[in-house]
């Protein structure tokens, strides 16, 4: 549960959410200095605390503007839903999507990763003199693109597409330099460096297609090239980003380390085989590659669902808490969600209220609940690390348990999974005012479990 330094000492320990703050001081430099220090072997959830020398203003501001924007999100759900099962190439529609994608759960994935990138390798970032722009420039790109949808600007959607391919780039680059000269590769490693390489082509294909709307170089193919980003985007960057963290958060926090890699090396193979092979079939509308990419994607997510079982079943701590419901619910979704997604693009009955069910279902019910109930674990540890860990011994300390509102939690939870099994419910179905309901529901979830992170400031 604690670092150890290179001479044997112990640097200073971070407490689990349940342990004791009241320990006393050891005789090590501060949790931030040690973090920086080159082989530092990390165990349990004390080695959150590495950073690779990046400050916490960082990280902090993407996965505090990634649930703002999950808030959004919700928000607008009730208002757009009508919109959304009408047309999901609606501007208004474009632009709440990109809000979730780009926003929401990219936003708190790139933060995430400057956080957990040295924790995986057990080395510091590098190339980061310009991370600190990367930020601003992300979240400026995002705000245009969004905006660009929103009034259908096709010279704001490729500038502001322009920004967030530059600060990806940037990204991109420091992930796998990092990963280029860290010492030891784990899983989660090769997850990791997948789906950078994704996230490039992810973006690279968004701009082309907005560039397209402006041009229309495209013609006919655009129907090729949009399956194509959606598949990389969903299935490649947000999906293999967060089961390669699975792999190590889910046995940090539940302290599950007799867990082996042996069927997380076979995901990882059957996921991107599968992927690529999608990706393939539909840039080059051959839907017999799309159908057996589909059907080994579809074994990937099972045998992940499986893998997930057994590192729960091997955790010591053994009360469930509200992040591990979060990531049990997520997977649930997860292994309903690809087998009828893949149906539905295989035979072709793509309506818009389906697409819209299935959306939801890969935004909210996997993708969103996953990065919720990491941030009740993460913000709460930097903000712990970075206030209370230096007056451990010194006077009276919170548990970082109790700086999360364990009800707003758990009535979060409710109100997202409720809400939107409904809503997936709802849409095919045409009832607009249930739906309508069940979203509201949804986006009073999303909110309120934005809240309760933001409240970790203000505690």
Not at 415 to 427: D, E, P, R
Request: hydrophobic residues 55%.
């Amino acid at each position: 549960m604690a670092m150890q330094q290179q001479d044997g000492r112990p640097a200073a320990p971070a407490p689990s959410n349940g342990g004791s703050p009241h320990a006393p001081p050891p005789a090590a430099p501060a949790p931030m200095r040690a973090a920086a220090t080159p082989g530092i072997t990390v165990s349990g959830l004390g080695g959150m605390g590495t950073r690779g020398g990046v400050p916490l203003s960082v990280p902090l501001p993407f996965l505090l503007t990634g649930i703002g924007a999950a808030a959004l999100f919700g928000l607008a759900l009730p208002w757009l839903a009508a919109d959304a099962t009408a047309g999901p190439l609606a501007p208004h529609v474009l632009a709440l999507v990109h809000v979730a994608t780009l926003g929401w759960l990219t936003m708190i994935i790139l933060g995430a990763s400057l956080q957990l990138a040295p924790v995986v390798l057990v080395a510091p970032l590098r190339a980061t003199r310009l991370v600190r722009w990367e930020y601003p420039v992300f979240v400026t790109g995002v705000a245009i693109l969004v905006s660009g949808f929103w009034i259908m600007q096709p010279l704001a959607i490729a500038a502001g597409g322009t920004l967030v391919l530059v600060a990806i780039g940037h990204h991109v680059a420091v992930l796998w330099m990092t990963i280029a000269s860290a010492r030891q590769r784990p899983l989660t490693a090769r997850y990791l460096a997948a789906a950078a390489g994704y996230l490039c082509a992810v973006v690279a294909l968004g701009l082309t297609a907005a560039l397209d709307l402006r041009l229309g170089f495209l013609g006919t193919g655009l129907g090729r090239v949009l399956p194509a980003h959606i598949a990389l985007g969903v299935a490649g960057w947000l999906t293999c980003t967060l089961m390669g963290v699975s792999y190590t958060l889910v046995r940090m926090f539940a302290l599950a380390h007799s867990h082996d890699d042996r069927l997380g090396r076979w995901v990882f193979a059957l996921l991107n085989g599968g992927l690529l092979t999608m990706a393939a079939g539909f840039v080059m509308g051959i839907g017999a590659l799309v159908a057996a990419g589909g059907a080994v994607f579809c074994g990937a997510v099972w045998l992940f669902a499986y893998d997930y079982r057994r590192m729960l079943r091997a955790r010591r701590r053994k009360p469930l808490d509200v992040t591990q419901r979060h990531g049990i619910a997520a997977v649930a979704w997860l292994v309903i969600l690809t087998p009828v997604g893949v149906a539905v693009v295989v035979s072709g009955q793509t309506t818009p209220p389906l697409l819209f069910a299935l959306g939801l279902a890969a935004f909210v019910g996997w993708l969103g609940q996953s990065t919720v109930g990491y941030l009740y674990k993460i913000v709460p540890f930097l903000l712990w690390q970075e206030r209370y860990a230096p007056l451990v011994g010194r006077r009276q300390v919170p548990l970082m348990r109790d700086m999360i509102h364990s009800r707003w939690a758990e009535a979060s939870w409710w109100l997202i999974n409720v809400g939107l099994l409904c809503a997936v419910l709802c849409a095919p179905a045409g009832w607009l005012w249930p739906l309508r309901l069940a979203c509201a529901a949804l986006g009073a979830g999303l909110a309120l479990a934005a809240a309760n992170v933001f409240a970790v400031l203000r505690r």
